[in-house]
């Protein structure tokens, strides 16, 4: 996926792969118009796989922050974050392109599921002691398979499109000797070059469909980022709730941390509701749409996540567990869930809403999200009420619109 919008040739293949029953196929591009394009079941179990290591990443920085340790906590947590983040969307956007569902396709996905948990593992190892090397043993799991999906598109491709999935497998490959070489390096190097490797890994894409773009389909990618914000979501009550659990079997501190457990199932409620008020499908039209979009989402899928890593500390800090102030930790959950909302408003809700009250319904809400921070430990409660009137005044507007 690159910045710059252009024509996108007709591809080779207009319709399902699924109807072909041979174990290998030619690897060509799907349809952007194809009918009833959504999400298969490998995408589905690739979702989920990579939820475990974006748990691994939420609770690791739960753990810090309600230890005090901002700094280490968010490095550790951007960091992991984006390597979970850059594979996943890459994958999603070579599927909506290319997937071909025969046995080497479903085997090269497998193995990069592999790679996920690979990276889940070295994830503690990451916070506790900036440990990287086995998070980034899995992240290059992950990419050099994401190579031989290239490989195999180049093969089947002529002309431009050749050319377009041999700089990805190039670049791909380039950037994975820059991480091998990141390892051997001292730590006080690591901290200058790392970024460097991001920003490497981001120019990919943008060099690599310079002068052609590759094709993806609307709808397919409205629902996997969708479907992977749903997850995310999910894995955040169920970090509350864990949480909720072990606080009340350990300190039984149930008065203290039923506003918090209320608060945070508001805040979810509200953050799936605001999310998935209106199809965005029909704004995905251009490529250079769909970069900000679908780049933006970072945001997004951090913040939800982060939101799940504030109620664990919300939680401990009810019950006096936490070495941080009250208002500190409100405003790990208000802060994440502020930038969420005005996230998920500058990507897609601002693009279908009218008049100046709907425009300004989120903008307005994060604001009065993070002045919450100020009520301390009713803080996370007052959050979950201002997201939860933020979902019915949208209502309200959005049915006298009609």
């Avoid at 567990?321 to 897609?348: D, F, G, N, R």
Wanted: glycine share 8%; net charge negative; proline share 5%.
């Amino acid at each position: 996926m690159s910045s710059e919008s252009a024509a996108v040739p007709p591809p080779h293949h207009a319709g399902p792969h699924h109807a072909d029953p041979r174990p290998v196929r030619r690897m060509v591009p799907r349809s952007r118009e194809e009918p009833h394009r959504v999400a298969t079941p490998l995408e589905l179990f690739f979702d989920l796989c990579f939820v475990v290591a974006v748990g691994q990443a939420g609770r690791e920085l739960a753990h810090d922050l309600a230890e005090g340790h901002w700094g280490d906590g968010l490095t550790g947590y951007l960091f992991a974050f984006f390597a979970i983040w850059w594979a996943w969307m890459n994958f999603t956007w070579f599927a909506s392109a290319y997937d071909c569902d025969d046995v080497p396709y479903r085997v090269t996905t497998l193995v990069q599921i592999a790679g996920v948990l690979i990276l889940a593992a070295g994830v503690p190892r990451l916070f506790a002691d900036q440990d990287i090397v086995l998070s980034v043993v899995g992240y290059v799991v992950m990419r050099l398979a994401m190579v031989t999906q290239w490989l195999r598109a180049a093969v089947a491709e002529e002309g431009p499109a050749r050319g377009v999935a041999l700089r990805y497998a190039a670049g791909i490959t380039l950037c994975q000797i820059g991480w091998a070489v990141v390892l051997v390096l001292p730590h006080d190097v690591r901290s200058v070059v790392i970024p460097i490797g991001i920003l490497a890994e981001l120019s990919v894409p943008v060099v690599a469909e310079l002068r052609m773009q590759t094709t993806w389909h609307p709808h397919h990618i409205a629902e996997r980022y969708g479907l992977f914000t749903l997850i995310v979501l999910g894995e955040t009550v169920a970090a509350a709730t864990v949480a909720v659990q072990s606080a009340v079997d350990e300190h039984e501190g149930l008065g203290r941390l039923l506003p918090v457990a209320a608060g945070g199932l508001l805040i979810c409620f509200s953050a799936w509701w605001i999310y998935f008020a209106r199809p965005v499908h029909d704004h995905l039209r251009s490529n250079r749409q769909a970069f900000l979009w679908g780049y933006g989402h970072y945001l997004v899928f951090g913040a939800a996540a982060a939101i799940g890593s504030g109620l664990e500390v919300a939680v401990e800090s009810a019950v006096h567990q936490a070495h941080v102030s009250e208002t500190a930790a409100t405003a790990t959950v208000t802060v994440p869930t502020a930038l969420y909302l005005v996230t998920v408003w500058a990507l897609h809700s601002r693009h279908v809403k009218t008049g100046a009250a709907q425009l300004l319904l989120l903008p307005v809400a994060s604001v009065a999200v993070l002045a919450c921070t100020a009520a301390g430990g009713s803080g996370v409660l007052a959050a979950g009420l201002v997201t939860a009137l933020t979902v019915a005044v949208g209502v309200a507007l959005h049915a006298r619109e009609r």
